[in-house]
């Protein structure tokens, strides 16, 4: 699998082990009724998953989550580990990798815009990527939802 973005990033596929390094990243896939959160980000105006970077002495999981509660006011308190996205970046060139997480709550949560995320759609992963998506985020909402599920190589 790859997948590149406008920048030229990549996604090159998963993995189920989240001791690959570096993992500087954690993101979560909101799943309700077989369509996924995608936030339009304030900085890049492209639709993506919520997550964003670890900060020191935090597990992907806890960033994960405290990520999800800044960027769209979605409180959780625990999220399935799915699996680790592998990037390979251009800017500067580099090799990462990412935690994702699924959460499937019960009833469709409504996200609330943040400095981070000024709107918010629910996207069907079964439906083409529209413009303004990011193609890797829309590719890992694929694999993590029920239309691919998870994979743990």
Do not use: K, Q
């Not at 996924?36 to 105006?45: C, E, G, T």
């Not at 992907?60 to 006011?73: D, F, I, V």
């Not at 308190?77 to 990798?97: G, W």
């Amino acid at each position: 699998m790859l997948v590149r973005d406008e920048a030229g990033n990549a996604l090159l596929g998963f993995h189920g082990d989240l001791r690959l390094r570096p993992l500087p990243l954690a993101l979560v896939v909101v799943e309700s009724g077989g369509l996924v959160l995608m936030m339009l980000n304030a900085f890049r105006r492209t639709w993506e998953l919520p997550g964003g970077m670890l900060e020191p002495g935090e597990s992907p999981a806890e960033a994960a989550l405290r990520e999800l509660a800044e960027e769209t006011g979605i409180r959780a308190t625990a999220a399935e580990f799915a699996t680790v996205a592998e990037f390979a970046l251009v800017a500067p060139v580099r090799r990462e990798y990412g935690a994702v997480y699924r959460l499937a709550p019960p009833e469709r949560p409504r996200p609330e815009p943040s400095e981070e995320a000024l709107d918010f759609r629910w996207w069907d992963p079964a439906a083409p990527v529209p413009e303004g998506m990011s193609p890797l985020d829309a590719a890992i909402a694929r694999h993590t939802t029920s239309i691919e599920g998870p994979s743990r190589c």
